[in-house]
C-alpha cells in the first residue's frame, strides 16, 4: 500500500517521540512490502514562533491533501504561564481538528499485564480493565462562542450541541460496541445541563437501531469515580468534547503512565493520530520522553486503512519492550533506556518478529538493546 503521511512534530518531546513512531512505520514498509512517503510541516508554539501562526496554511493544505496526520504534541510554558496571551498553539490543534472535521476523538484504556504493577491503582482493580472512549472533538464548549466583558471581570463560553453532532459520532460508538462487547455507556451531567440533555435524547433514539448494544447512562461526576473504583465495568465509553478531555486524561493513569496511551481523531475524509499526552517541555531533548503511545498511535493509522496484520505486528513489539524491560525511566525508574533506544527496540522486533530473541548483557549497561 502507499500511503502518503503528513508528519507533525510539534514541540516540546513532541519530535523526539514522533520520530520513534516513524521509525516502525519504516519498518512496517520493509517488512511487508508497502511505501509510505513523509512530508513534515510545523504546529503549535515552534510555528508560532516562525511564522506568527499556530498552523500555518501551509501546515494545514499538507494535512488536506495527505492520507493521514501522525502528530506530536503542542505546547509550550511561555504561552501557558501567559495569560494575557492572544496567540496560543492549542488554538492550533483545535483549529486543525476543525478545518479536516475530525468529529470523532478515539482513546483506547487498556492494562498491560506486564505493567500492573505501575499503577497507582490496586491490582484487582484494574484487572481486565479494556475500554475505549469516544469524544466528541470538533462542537461543545471548546467551540462555542466566548465572551469576556469590558472590565475583564465576567467571563462566558457557551456549550453547544447539534442533534446532527451527536448522532454521527453516536453510531460510530455503537458500531464500535458491536465489535466489542455490545456496552455503551453515555457520560454526561443530563440532570443540570440542557446540551446533556439533548445528548441523551438522540443517543436513546440511536439506540433502538443497536438492540444487541446495551446501553447505560451514567452522570459525568459518578464516571470521574467509577473509573477509578471499577474501570473493567467499561466497554465503550460515548461522551462530549470537554468531558471526554477529562476523563480519558484519568483513564490513562490506571495503566501506569500517560505516556502509554494513543489515539485517533477520525472525520468523514480524514484521520490523524496521536500520543494523549502533552509536550513535557521539561523532557525536552534529554531522551527520556516514552515514545510507546506515538508508537501505538501509528499501529492505529496503520488499522485505519485495514493493515491489521502490521497493526498487529508493531503492537506485539511493543508487548515484547514491556516484557523484556526494555522502558523508559516513567516505566522503570532505574531503566538505562531512553526514547531512541525503546524506538530502535520496538523497531527490530517489527522486522525481526520471532519469538527467540536475546538482549546483549554489555550493551544493556550502556542504556542500548542489540537484537542477536
Known amino acids: 500500500m502507499n500511503l502518503n503521511i503528513a508528519l507533525l512534530p510539534g514541540d516540546g518531546i513532541g519530535p523526539e517521540v514522533l520520530a520513534q513512531a516513524v521509525k516502525c512505520l519504516q519498518a512496517v514498509e520493509e517488512t511487508f512490502n508497502h511505501q509510505f512517503i513523509y512530508r513534515e510541516a510545523v504546529v503549535g508554539a515552534i510555528a508560532i ?9 501551509t501546515t494545514l493544505n499538507l494535512c488536506k491533501e495527505a492520507d493521514a496526520v501522525l502528530f506530536g504534541a503542542i505546547g509550550d510554558p511561555k504561552y501557558d504561564n501567559d495569560p494575557n496571551a492572544k496567540v496560543r498553539p492549542e488554538q492550533g490543534l483545535l483549529k ?3 478545518e479536516l472535521g475530525l468529529f470523532a476523538n478515539i482513546r483506547p484504556v487498556k492494562v498491560f499485564p506486564s505493567l500492573i504493577q ?3 491503582l490496586k491490582q484487582e482493580v484494574i484487572d ?16 462555542g462562542q466566548k465572551h469576556l466583558n469590558e472590565d475583564g471581570t465576567v467571563a462566558s463560553d457557551l456549550c453547544e450541541y447539534s442533534e446532527q453532532e451527536i448522532s454521527r459520532i453516536a453510531h460510530l460508538a455503537f458500531k464500535a460496541a458491536k465489535n466489542r462487547r455490545n456496552k455503551l455507556t453515555l457520560v454526561d451531567k443530563a440532570n443540570v445541563l440542557e446540551s446533556s440533555r439533548l445528548w441523551r435524547k438522540v443517543v436513546t433514539k440511536i439506540g433502538e437501531s443497536y438492540p444487541d448494544v446495551q446501553l447505560e447512562y451514567m452522570f459525568v461526576d459518578n464516571a470521574a469515580m467509577q473509573i477509578i473504583l471499577n474501570p473493567s465495568q467499561f466497554d465503550v465509553i460515548l461522551t462530549e468534547n470537554m468531558f471526554g478531555d477529562i476523563i480519558s486524561d484519568e483513564g490513562s493513569v490506571i495503566g501506569g503512565s500517560i505516556g502509554l496511551l494513543a489515539s ?8 490523524m493520530f496521536e500520543p494523549i499526552h502533552g509536550s513535557y517541555p521539561q523532557a525536552k531533548a ?9 508508537i501505538l498511535s501509528a499501529a492505529m493509522l496503520l488499522e485505519h486503512f485495514g493493515l491489521y496484520e502490521e497493526a498487529m505486528a508493531v503492537r506485539e513489539a511493543v508487548d515484547k519492550s514491556l516484557k523484556k524491560g526494555v522502558v523508559t525511566p516513567d516505566l522503570d525508574s532505574k531503566s538505562q533506556y531512553g526514547t531512541n533506544q525503546v524506538g530502535d527496540f520496538v523497531a527490530e522486533n517489527i522486522v525481526d518478529n520471532g519469538d527467540d530473541f536475546n538482549m546483549n548483557d554489555e550493551n544493556i549497561d550502556l542504556g542500548k538493546s542489540t537484537i542477536i
Open 49 to 57: 514562533d516562525r511564522k506568527g501562526n499556530p498552523l500555518p496554511d
Open 96 to 98: 486543525l481538528r476543525k
Open 118 to 120: 505501575n499503577s497507582p
Open 128 to 143: 481486565g480493565t479494556d475500554f475505549t472512549i469516544y469524544r466528541e472533538l470538533t462542537g461543545g464548549i471548546y467551540f
Open 264 to 271: 485517533a481523531s477520525a472525520g468523514e475524509d480524514s484521520a
Open 286 to 294: 534529554q531522551d527520556i520522553a516514552n515514545p510507546i503511545a506515538s
